[in-house]
């Protein structure tokens, strides 16, 4: 049980009814209650549009083979309006304000400016770009904004951290999954499931620990014999996880099984969490299950998964949300979780003082949202990606 199929990210455990919870030094704002039942958002006054039609379009890194994008992971602009784009492969690349190819960052490997798997990219103070690398002990590297590697750490505390985000301290926010223990595991005809707990933790610059900000229940792990583990979680995961985001000053949890946004703000050692009565949750079946197994790298091919006893525990339900993004004037634009790959994906924005303010359907990833255009990748008929500026349109 060495390794892990799925991209990590983790849960945790509603707790129905009001209950306060102690989480380090945060403390919180507000809980962004969900209009209507798990999986149906409503708008109170939708006045907001994100335009159909792209105002810019870049189809990939330069031209010839292997030019186009492939698993794009994050977008951003730069204050002269460029534009960087990761890839999960390990490619960073730079383009100016009419999406021509300028530059390559960084490149894959093991050494300083290197990197094996991006799975996150954050843009901080003065345009520099910090990368965080899923391998290499997930190794945080920082680029000016020209391009130009600048430094790096590598994480010694072990487990080693998944990278959440930077607040506006210099410290960063981790998250550590500590695996079920022995024992733990519920056993079925084949399958065998298990909670892992999740730890948030707060580091300062230099990657050492200051804090846990909480250790909560984590995401489901299958054990089936002859196979990695098989931890249910990802982007668009039907199975209920919990989505961290990081702002400057601020930590937004929508916790699994829930139809709320919680925030949270630096403040003093003493710190309430309040978890609002959540929605009647939908049941995951085998279907939706597989479906999503299906699309893990590890197992294509290797094993039918429709021939395996599942045994599904009755308390896994579907997912309610499953994306977090803060925009530039820092309203919350929250992904309601699809009722299948093909429909649009619902976003619903909260004011920064809880207020929805518009509910809308899009056709494709958003990474960076602005005043006035969101900047995400869009998909055609071949899955082939496109990175997309779209204007947002504001209905009076």
Avoid: C
């Amino acid at each position: 049980m060495a390794s892990t199929f799925g991209v990590t990210w983790s849960s945790f455990l509603i707790r129905v009814g009001i209950r306060t919870l102690r989480v380090g030094s945060w403390v919180t704002l507000l809980a962004l209650p969900l209009h209507g039942e798990a999986g149906h958002l409503k708008a109170q006054d939708a006045s907001w549009i994100v335009s159909d039609t792209a105002s810019l379009s870049i189809s990939g890194a330069g031209s010839g083979p292997g030019a186009d994008f492939f698993w794009v992971v994050g977008a951003l602009r730069l204050e002269d309006d460029r534009i960087v784009v990761a890839e999960r492969d390990a490619r960073l690349s730079l383009f100016d304000d009419r999406g021509n190819h300028l530059a390559r960052m960084g490149r894959r490997g093991e050494g300083p400016g290197e990197f094996s798997l991006i799975y996150r990219i954050q843009r901080l103070a003065n345009d520099s770009i910090l990368v965080a690398d899923f391998r290499n002990r997930r190794r945080l590297s920082w680029f000016t904004a020209d391009g130009d590697f600048a430094r790096s750490i590598t994480n010694s505390f072990s487990p080693v951290p998944e990278f959440l985000g930077v607040l506006a301290d210099g410290t960063w926010v981790g998250a550590i999954h500590h695996a079920p223990p022995a024992g733990t595991y519920r056993s079925s005809d084949e399958a065998q499931w298990g909670r892992g707990q999740l730890e948030l933790i707060r580091f300062d610059a230099r990657g050492e620990r200051v804090s846990s900000l909480g250790t909560f229940p984590g995401p489901w792990d299958i054990v089936i014999p002859d196979l990695p583990v098989l931890r249910l979680e990802g982007w668009r995961s039907p199975v209920p996880q919990t989505l961290a985001l990081v702002g400057p000053q601020q930590l937004y949890v929508a916790p699994s099984s829930s139809s709320e946004v919680r925030v949270f703000r630096l403040a003093g050692p003493d710190s309430e969490v309040w978890a609002l009565e959540r929605s009647v949750p939908r049941r995951l079946t085998q279907d939706l299950l597989i479906g999503h197994l299906s699309r893990y790298p590890g197992l294509q091919g290797r094993i039918d998964l429709s021939a395996i006893r599942w045994s599904i525990p009755e308390d896994i339900s579907l997912a309610t949300v499953t994306d977090l993004l803060l925009d530039s004037d820092g309203n919350l634009w929250v992904e309601e979780a699809s009722k299948s790959t093909v429909d649009r994906a619902v976003w619903s924005v909260f004011t920064p003082g809880g207020r929805v303010t518009a509910t809308m359907p899009l056709d494709f990833r958003p990474f960076t949202i602005e005043r006035e255009s969101v900047l995400g990748v869009w998909r055609d008929a071949y899955d082939v990606e496109y990175v997309q500026s779209r204007a947002i349109v504001r209905v009076p």
